[in-house]
């Protein structure tokens, strides 16, 4: 059992959390490092899996002494179960936002607001067209309201399938249909996971798994991907463009305000907000020399990626943020929001403000944002802030280090164009080997290990395997910070990815947005997939999540199996207490659905894990390994 806390060097990889982490310790302020310190050991049966809590013959543990809860159930139904619930909340709260997403689209579509419009007409029409409704000759609004009808359908369960299979090879649609996991409806497939997962219904390991995959399925291919392509349309699609990250993007002398959460439909209203000339006369009479906007974990890639706002930091880092003393205000929508925020946010003068009815903090203060009313009451946050200004101690003020230069931007649209506007320079490259795949590097923090050490350590072994990374979520900071978001990094990747990253200016690890984001990345796979004439388990790919923490990222991480895409983890889930379970995540799965699960907390030996797999589908492929 840990006694005390690793020094403050071993806990995270960068120099502006170990001021940080030197600062809280100094002036008193708890952080997560410490309550995970007060958590450890943690509960055994929960780590593995097998305590049940569904019903109330129980709660029930299995030991050799018990091996049965009170209803008969054993370790293999229990783990599903236990697992089947915990994904169901991963897919409930990308999808969730997917939902918020088509309301904003409704609202605008349906002339109820002024204060969100269609940014990208032309990403509206193709995407429509794509579901093959007409274009021809209508009103934009026309066409909206009919693409809004059609993403609605695919959270209900009133088609056969969520309308972005079709998007797959056809092959590969074959094999979800022969295995019965052909998502029908974001909600429908994670309410039947609650009804499977009641005492008495699904009590069979194997065949619970195969609803997980049909759920996470759900929402890698409706609800995120619903939920990606709307906010391109209302936001604008992503291109490159030059950001900074770390917290050195704090100014000293400006009003900060953080945003943090996930939707951009609130973080997009700030944004607008702190340049109005008011606010900033406002701002000025306060007696700052302006006001400065920096984002956190997920909305922020959402806003670095659109707007080229910087970001202050990733999961980890939100409470050192805080620490700065710099922070007037932090505005959140929802998910991976610490608690504890609030009370960092009392050690100092930072008010924290909660946008959304699902997502209160007590000792926060509410301002409901709604799609009538969504300037206004960014007008009014952003207003708070400034009259925060004058209370903020500037003898407590640190802010640690300079901020870091990256470039963001790819969404596909943008990849396209750097390619030339085909997939063939890529598949070109592909084939020569000069790049022998690519990985998606995505997910959280988890103070269980060094901040960022597994992230960053990853990409930089990736790449110097000529194997391209894609990163989004929380990963993109750590990438970031260590210098690989920048064309310049190519000096770092092996000779074939050098040579095609610095033919087409780009960096070698490609920042592709947010967690929802991730989508993206399967409709690139099957891009690949369509234009090779294979499925997406053919292709030299994987993904990643090293330091992953949250229900989201264990539902990316099985609808990306699912998909066809071979994953790492950096730790598995609490599933181990299940032999069954256990052997389907790590090799089971590759027989059904072509991909599997690989568990490894090494970044190193992670590297050469993932590099093995890709040089066997190179070989498959008939492709030099
Ligand atoms: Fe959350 Fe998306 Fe994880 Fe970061 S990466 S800690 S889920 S913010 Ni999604
Ligand atoms: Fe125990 Fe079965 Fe109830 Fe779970 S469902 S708590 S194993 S009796």
């Known amino acids: 059992m840990a006694k005390e806390l690793p020094p403050i060097e071993e806990r995270s990889l960068w120099e502006d959390a170990h001021k940080m982490l030197a600062k809280a310790e100094k002036e008193g302020i708890e952080t997560a490092w410490d309550r995970l310190l007060q958590q450890t050991p943690h509960c055994t049966f929960g780590e593995s899996g097998i305590c049940c809590r569904i019903c109330t013959m129980g709660p029930c543990r299995i030991s050799k002494k018990a091996p049965l809860g009170v209803c008969g159930a054993d370790t293999d139904v229990i783990v599903a179960r236990n697992f089947g619930r915990f994904l169901a909340g991963g897919a409930a709260g990308h999808s969730d936002h997917g939902r918020d997403c088509i309301e904003a689209f409704h609202a605008v579509a349906h002339g109820e607001t002024e204060d969100y419009q269609i940014k990208d007409e032309a990403k509206l029409r193709r995407i429509a067209e794509e579901l093959g409704i007409a274009v021809e000759g209508r009103e934009l609004l026309d066409i909206a309201r009919d693409l809004v009808e059609e993403f609605w359908a695919s959270f209900g369960s009133q088609r056969s399938q969520v309308c972005f299979v079709s998007r797959l090879p056809e092959k590969q649609q074959e094999t979800w249909r022969k295995l019965g996991i052909t998502p029908r409806g974001v909600d429908r497939e994670i309410t039947e996971m609650m009804h499977r997962t009641h005492m008495g219904c699904d009590n069979d390991a194997a065949n619970t798994m195969l609803h997980s995959a049909r759920m996470c399925l759900a929402d890698g291919w409706a609800g995120s991907m619903i939920a990606t392509e709307i906010s391109d349309i209302l936001f604008g699609t992503p291109k490159p463009r030059k950001a900074q990250v770390n917290l050195g993007v704090l100014k000293k002398d400006h009003v900060n305000i953080l945003v943090h959460g996930h939707n951009p439909i609130v973080s997009e209203k700030i944004m607008e907000a702190v340049n109005d000339p008011e606010l900033i006369a406002l701002a000025k009479e306060k007696g700052a020399a302006g006001i400065n906007l920096a984002g956190l974990c997920c909305t922020g890639n959402e806003l670095m990626m659109r707007q080229g706002i910087p970001m202050a930091g990733n999961h980890l880092m939100t409470e050192l943020a805080i620490i700065t003393g710099a922070v007037e205000l932090i ?295």
């Open 331 to 625: 505005v959140v929508d929802y998910q991976c929001i610490m608690p504890s925020l609030v009370q960092v946010g009392n050690c100092f003068h930072t008010k924290m403000i909660t946008t959304a009815d699902k997502a209160r903090f007590t000792g926060a203060e509410h301002v409901k944002f709604e799609m009538h009313n969504g300037m206004d009451q960014a007008r009014r946050v952003v207003r708070m802030a400034i009259e925060r200004f004058p209370l903020r101690d500037q003898d407590r003020v640190e802010i640690p280090c300079d901020p870091v230069d990256i470039v963001t931007g790819f969404s596909n649209e943008a990849l396209l164009e750097a390619l030339g506007g085909t997939l063939t320079p890529l598949i070109e490259a592909i084939k020569a080997g000069k790049i022998r795949g690519a990985v998606a590097i995505v997910g959280c923090n988890n103070p269980k290990y060094k901040h960022d050490h597994c992230n960053v350590n990853l990409a930089r072994e990736l790449i110097k395997k000529d194997i391209l990374v894609l990163v989004t979520g929380c990963v993109t900071t750590a990438a970031g910070k260590a210098g690989l978001l920048v064309p310049e990094a190519i000096d770092m990747a092996g000779p074939g990815l050098k040579e095609i990253c610095g033919a087409l200016g780009i960096p070698p690890v490609v920042h592709m947005g947010s967690c929802v984001d991730n989508a993206r990345i399967l409709q690139l796979a099957a891009l690949l997939a369509n234009e090779l004439g294979v499925t997406i388990a053919d292709l030299p790919l994987a993904a990643s999540s090293p330091e992953w923490y949250s229900e989201k990222a264990a539902t990316i991480g099985t609808y990306a199996v699912a998909s066809g895409i071979y994953t790492h983890l950096g730790h598995p889930p609490n599933i181990t207490g299940s032999k069954v379970v256990t052997d389907l995540a790590l090799s089971g799965l590759d027989d059904l659905v072509g991909a599997c699960f690989g568990i490894e907390p090494d970044p190193f030996k992670a590297a050469d894990l993932i590099d093995e797999r890709i040089r066997q589908k190179r070989e498959a492929l008939g492709l030099s390994a």
